[in-house]
């Protein structure tokens, strides 16, 4: 069965350091996705992506967090001077139109 | 605002016993989806229901939704303890933003 996978499982970076998370979706699927889930807290959508370029984005994604696709397989969310308050898992998702695929998460500590 | 709201916020049952939870939305949907998470890792795609249905099953999952209410529900009959998890609501808005309600925990005491 089709996945989506995640890179890596878990990081743990430095308050002020940039952190890329890393995420194949599934290959013939047209939209992407990642969302954040503070630890007992709600999943929480920060941004889309279709045809190459941002669909929608959440207030919670500001100039501190960037999308790549950078090859035909790859989604990268780069968020580029952590916080403290950035400490979250990260999900990345993948849909062709109804259900929504997600990776197993990248858990996030910053310290 | 967020889109679906879930309850109860926790839901303990023993084995054997069904489990309902409850979601309400606010805006106009084309569909509404339930994905399980189990503690940690990711969300998995459970059940969709269409705008144009009242009811759907799915092995022991039976979903209902009310569109003139901006309800649904989601019922897992005869659960067991690999039930335990977090269950979440999710709908599309008109921009193709997937949001999440703020999930259901379920804990199947065997």
């Known amino acids: 069965e089709p996945e989506v996978t995640q890179t890596p499982s878990h990081q743990v970076t430095q308050m002020g350091q940039e952190v890329i998370l890393r995420c194949v979706p599934i290959?013939?699927?047209?939209?992407f996705y990642w969302y954040r889930q503070i630890l007992g807290q709600k999943v929480e959508f920060l941004v889309s992506?279709?045809?190459?370029?941002?669909?929608?984005k959440s207030e919670i994604f500001d100039d501190q967090f960037s999308v790549e696709r950078p090859d035909g397989s790859n989604f990268t969310l780069k968020i580029r001077s952590t916080k403290l308050e950035d400490s979250a898992m990260y999900f990345c998702?993948?849909?062709?139109?109804?259900?929504?695929?997600f990776g197993q998460g990248t858990r996030l500590t910053v310290v | 605002s967020q889109q679906g709201e879930e309850d109860p916020q926790a839901l303990s049952i023993q084995e054997g016993e069904n489990a309902t939870m409850n979601c309400s939305y606010k805006?106009?949907?084309?569909?509404l989806q339930w994905y399980r998470q189990n503690s940690g890792r990711g969300l998995v795609h459970l059940i969709l229901?269409?705008?144009?249905?009242r009811e759907k099953h799915s092995g022991r999952l039976r979903v209902t939704l009310d569109t003139s209410k901006k309800s649904s529900s989601l019922l897992i009959t005869a659960s067991r303890a690999a039930d335990t998890a977090s269950y979440f609501c999710?709908?599309?808005?008109?921009?193709?933003?997937?949001?999440f309600g703020g999930g259901t925990r379920l804990m199947v005491k065997p």
């Open positions: 999710a709908t599309y808005n008109a921009g193709n933003m997937l949001t």
């Open positions: 805006t106009s949907i084309n569909n």
């Open positions: 229901i269409r705008s144009n249905e």
């Open positions: 998702a993948s849909t062709s139109w109804t259900e929504a695929f």
């Open positions: 992506f279709y045809n190459n370029e941002i669909s929608e």
């Open positions: 290959s013939n699927h047209l939209y």
